[in-house]
């Protein structure tokens, strides 16, 4: 229901509540309005749990953060790295009434906020075609990826995107701890922790119900994350492309994946060196750290990937390993001495499920360049013989 004030006063009139308690809900709802895209005014829990349809028992123990864990955690397998042992993606989906609370959030109060225009996923609209288009005959490429990109990502980083929604403080900290979850032991060895994830003392004005300790970060998984991220990092967004700009080159961010082009041929490797670490330490200002592993300088003559596609051309286009990858996944699967369970074993999937979606991921991606193809991919997956 839109809100109405005049509406809301008669009816707290009615109802017997003071002017004064009204006068300063109407003060908070119209500062929440006053912003540019603005979600629906949220007075309190209990008006949260009106909207939603929840309890306010059920809502205040999400942002309490009391009983089980409401998440339920998986692994899904990372791009091999020759050489190196398999790894794995900890993704952490919420419980059904969760995941439903976090829906609306993300449709009535994120879904039409201002991203940077040079993030290019999840926002409304984004494609990765889109982000890779950007990049289109590239001759030089800088390719930097973003170490736990939502880990990194604190409940005070997303505290401080709904205070920019125009929700009062304490809102804004339950909307927080309602899209943050505490953080689980199953880490990457050697990831580090985001920054101030433990707090060293208790502040004076803190309310008692929801101390912890321990700071929750965006779970990856949860469908407010993608978006939480993309505006909680708006102000690192303006600083890159601004150091991107001072030198003519093209940035773009999808997620953790940061993207400088230029059609250049002279820009060179020093300048691309410089660009590298000023973008380090552009990162480690804004309590991210890069995956130094990954990041590459792709000079004229070198094939240049962007996000899985070929930006050597006029258009982005799928990859020679990509489809050959595919084929040999559909292959096995569909082969009478193989099947879906065997092959998940031998490629070092964790569950037959766990293939099933990396495969299903695959052929999305695939759906935004080549639809034929992904189409021809999609009819034999359906016909694998899944348990």
């Known amino acids: 229901m839109v809100w109405n004030s005049q509406r ?86 919420p419980e059904p009434q969760l995941m439903d609370l976090q829906r609306w959030i993300l449709s009535e109060i994120l879904q039409h906020a201002d ?47 709904f205070l920019a929604r125009g929700y009062q403080p304490l809102t804004a900290l339950e909307l927080a701890r309602i899209c943050t979850r505490l953080r689980d032991v199953h880490r990457e060895k050697g990831s580090p922790a985001p920054r101030n994830w433990r707090t060293r003392m208790r502040a004076p004005n803190s ?28 102000d690192l967004d303006d600083k890159l492309q601004a150091i991107a700009n001072k030198v003519g080159l093209r940035y773009t ?41 990954k990041t590459l300088i792709v000079p004229p003559g070198a094939r240049k990937v962007v996000l899985g596609l070929l930006v050597d051309g006029s258009k982005p286009r799928l990859t020679r390993d990509f489809r050959a990858k595919m084929r040999m996944h559909l292959h096995f699967l569909l082969h009478e001495d193989v099947g879906p369970t065997a092959h998940a074993i031998h490629r070092g999937f964790s569950s037959v499920e766990g293939l099933r979606q990396h495969l299903l991921g695959l052929i999305a991606f695939a759906g935004q360049i080549d639809r034929s193809f992904a189409e021809e991919c999609k009819v034999k997956l359906r016909s694998a013989n899944w348990p």
């Open 115 to 161: 991203c940077h225009p040079a993030s290019v996923a999840f926002a409304p609209g984004s494609r990765l075609r889109t982000a890779a288009y950007e990049h289109r005959r590239a001759q030089w490429l800088v390719k930097i990826d973003v170490r736990d990109f939502f880990e990194s990502i604190t409940e005070i980083d997303v505290y401080r995107v």
């Open 253 to 293: 961010r999808y997620a953790d994946d940061l993207t400088f082009s230029t059609t250049d041929k002279t820009f060179g490797r020093e300048r691309s060196v410089q660009l590298v670490g000023e973008v380090y330490t552009t990162l480690g200002l804004h309590g991210l750290a890069p995956n130094t592993s």
């Open 8 to 93: 809301f006063v008669k009816a707290g009139v009615l109802a017997g509540v003071s002017t004064e308690i009204l006068d300063n809900a109407v003060t908070i709802a119209e500062h929440t309005l006053s912003f540019r895209s603005p979600g629906p005014p949220i007075l309190t829990l209990g008006h949260l749990g009106h909207l939603t349809g929840l309890s306010v028992k059920y809502l205040r123990g999400l942002v309490a953060r009391d009983g089980e864990d409401p998440y339920r955690q998986f692994t899904i397998r990372k791009r091999p790295i020759p050489g190196q042992p398999p790894r794995f993606r900890f993704i952490a989906v």
């Open 207 to 234: 309310v008692g119900a929801y101390y912890s300790a321990v700071m929750g970060t965006l779970p990856q998984g949860a469908p407010t994350s993608p978006m939480l991220a993309n505006l909680a990092v708006k």
